[in-house]
Nanobody, 113 residues
Framework: QVQLVESGGGLVQPGGSLRLSCLASGFTFSSSRMSWVRQAPGKGLEWVSVISSGATSTSYAASVEGRFTISRDDAKNTLYLQMNSLKPEDTAVYYC??????RGQGTQVTVSS
C-alpha cells in the first residue's frame, strides 16, 4: 500500500537549517508530482512547495521562496526539503503529499531560541 514517511524535523534556532526527507513506497514515485505542506499549531494546512515529475519545475509559497529548496531522488524514492534561514513562523508539522492528497504522519519542525 501507499506509504509516505517523513523525517528530519527537530528543534532549531532562528537562522538555522534543516533538511526534511520523505521516503515513498507503494506507487510510482518517479512519475508523481510531489508537494510539501505544513500545519502550524491551531492553523490549517498551508502549501509550501511542489516539484514536477522529473524535477523539471518547482514552485514555492511566497513565505518560503528563496529560503527553501525542494528536490527529489527518484532512484531512492525520496523527496527532500532543504530549509535555510528558518524563522519562528516556520514552526509546523511538515507533510509530503502525493497526487490524490495522501500524506504521511508528518515531521515536527520547531524554530525557537
Amino acid at each position: 500500500q501507499v506509504q509516505l514517511v517523513e523525517s528530519g524535523g527537530g528543534l532549531v534556532q532562528p537562522g538555522g537549517s534543516l533538511r526534511l526527507s520523505c521516503l515513498a513506497s507503494g506507487f510510482t514515485f518517479s512519475s508523481s508530482r510531489m508537494s510539501w505542506v505544513r500545519q502550524a499549531p491551531g492553523k490549517g494546512l498551508e502549501w509550501v512547495s511542489v516539484i514536477s515529475s522529473g524535477a523539471t519545475s518547482t514552485s514555492y509559497a511566497a513565505s518560503v521562496e528563496g529560503r527553501f529548496t525542494i528536490s527529489r531522488d527518484d532512484a531512492k524514492n525520496t523527496l527532500y526539503l532543504q530549509m535555510n534561514s528558518l524563522k519562528p513562523e516556520d514552526t509546523a508539522v511538515y507533510y509530503c503529499l502525493k497526487p490524490g492528497g495522501q500524506r504521511g504522519q508528518g515531521t515536527q519542525v520547531t524554530v525557537s531560541s
